[in-house]
């Protein structure tokens, strides 16, 4: 989860950061700054992107439900393994490919030759992310180790940098360490980000079919520089749907099973204030969990973007609508949409000559109470 917003930003909140494929807009307090972290582009130092004000409309964090074989019993889905090994196998040579944890232990204990591939593939970019952060902290310890003798002899300026740069790194690198090594899932495991690849229930020629998808949606048509042009299209506001998304609204539905959203809301918009003399705007990342606790099922749309000499892109959008009063009084502006599970059939197979019964569904949604707390 995100770490504290304010003074030093916390190893796990850089790494997110290098995921979020956002986009700060110029007029955000924070519109400097990020340039400068973007600029630099030192692990452990800076301000990650999703302190922009643009992100504070949106829900851009989920905590998922990643146990695909869920989707198989439940509804009765198939699973795309082909496009699992698909994912798994270009990640090898694409570091930036981001797979949640949660995902990769689906695949602990393989039950036939398709998964036990991918968990070799699993295995092999563990093995070299560890090589890759033992190599950095055997840097950074020397570094720390040139630093302090120097400033045995002399105090100066570049040693005191140093020594805190290297600081800061060996503590990241200890901190990736600990996370791949660590058998035991925890709640973070299952968060997600813009850019992050996470298992989305569709209906394909009749059939259900559970496929990993980037969390940012590429519509089919549009230019690949899209996903910087319009970083905010890993959500779908329900007042634009036969706009921007009139491609895929009516046409391609989805659905992404979370328990949880996270959401950058202001500090004093959530305490319900005004501004003091002489303070600057703030935020805070909230965590809004539905009551009583539940899966919900999230509206999406999706898309399958193909381009000539161009891997294919599999991808998606939540669907956010006006927020409920409590989400409202907590200083945010949005909100997904759970659909009720006797909907589900209708939403993935669309009527695209009649929108209105999609509407229809989104209107007639869970609407579960939102307890909030500040995200650890």
């Not at 110029?26 to 800076?46: C, D, L, M």
């Not at 698909?86 to 944890?101: E, G, M």
């Not at 939403?347 to 939102?370: F, Q």
Request: aromatic fraction near 10%.
């Amino acid at each position: 989860m995100i770490g504290g917003l304010g003074g030093r930003v916390s190893s796990r909140a850089i790494d997110y950061a290098y995921s979020a494929n956002a986009q700060c807009d110029a007029s955000s307090p924070h519109h400097n700054a990020v340039r400068e972290y973007r600029a630099s582009r030192t692990i452990g130092q800076g301000w990650p992107d999703f302190f922009c004000n643009t992100l504070s409309a949106m829900c851009y964090s989920s905590q998922i439900r990643a146990e695909y074989k869920k989707y198989v019993r439940k509804w009765g889905a198939d699973i795309s393994l082909k496009q699992y090994f698909q994912l798994y196998w270009d990640r090898r040579a694409d570091a930036k490919i981001k797979i949640p944890k949660v995902t990769d232990a689906e695949f602990a204990n393989p039950e036939n030759e398709e998964e036990r591939k991918i968990k070799e593939l699993i295995d092999e970019f563990n093995a070299q992310q560890a090589t890759k952060f033992e190599q950095e902290l055997f840097k950074q310890k020397k570094r720390l180790a040139d630093a302090e003798r120097t400033l045995q002899t002399k105090t100066t300026k570049k040693a005191l940098e140093e020594k805190r740069i290297s600081a800061d790194k060996i503590e990241w690198a200890k901190d990736k360490l600990a996370r791949l090594r660590r058998s035991e899932l925890d709640a973070e495991d299952a968060r997600i980000f813009p850019g992050w690849y996470v298992p989305v229930l569709i209906s394909e020629n009749g059939k259900l079919v559970v496929k990993p998808m980037r969390y940012q949606c590429r519509v089919e048509g549009s230019p690949a520089f899209n996903d910087v042009k319009f970083p905010g299209t890993y959500n779908a506001r329900r007042d634009n749907l036969e706009g921007f998304w009139k491609k895929q609204f009516g046409y391609k539905h989805g659905i992404l099973i979370s328990n949880a959203f996270y959401e950058n809301v202001s500090k004093r918009k959530m305490e319900g204030r005004e501004l003091a003399p002489g303070e600057k705007e703030q935020n805070v990342v909230l965590e809004f969990r539905p009551q009583p606790t539940q899966d919900m099922l999230i509206a999406c749309l999706w898309a399958h973007w193909q381009s000539t000499g161009q891997p294919d892109l599999w991808s998606f959008a939540a669907i956010t609508d006006e927020p409920p009063a409590e989400i409202a009084a907590a200083g945010h502006d949005r909100c997904i949409i759970p659909i009720k599970p006797e909907n589900l059939e209708a939403w993935l197979n669309p009527d695209p000559t009649n929108l209105k019964s999609s509407y229809a569904i989104l209107d007639d949604r869970e609407r579960p109470y939102y307890e909030h707390r500040l995200a650890a």
